[in-house]
Nanobody, 123 residues
């Protein structure tokens, strides 16, 4: 499966932004989908995931209550809705797909990755 993340940009602190991960090649209903981010000089950090059916959603403590993930298997797309953004959320955001329900917090377990989209939050 090929993944393409989009929707990044510059946003003021407190504002919202929604990222889109469009898939092609295979339907995402077969996959659990994750979002990760990486700021300069930092390791890739888990943001959240949504499993394949029944679409269980888990988000990192750092974004809990502000970010949510959804999927539309008909459109073959996954979304990361981000609210109340903070300067510390500035990073390149990546979507990823995994053929499993397990170890979804771990970036190294994912099978496919998108190219990343930059999110910059100004104070």
């Amino acid at each position: 499966v090929q993944l393409q993340a989009s929707g990044g940009g510059l946003v003021q602190a407190g504002g919202p932004l929604t990222l889109t991960c469009a898939a092609s090649g295979r339907n995402i209903s077969f996959y659990s989908m994750g979002w990760f981010r990486q700021a300069p000089g930092n390791e890739r950090e888990f943001v959240g995931y949504i499993t394949r059916s029944p679409s269980t959603i888990v988000t990192a403590d750092s974004v809990k209550g502000r970010f949510t993930i959804s999927r539309d298997n008909v459109k073959n797309t996954v979304y990361l809705q981000m609210d109340n953004l903070r300067p510390g959320d500035t990073a390149v955001y990546y979507c990823a797909a995994r053929w499993s329900h397990f170890a979804l917090h771990e970036a190294r377990q994912y099978d496919f990755w998108g190219q990343g989209t930059q999110v910059t939050v100004s104070s």
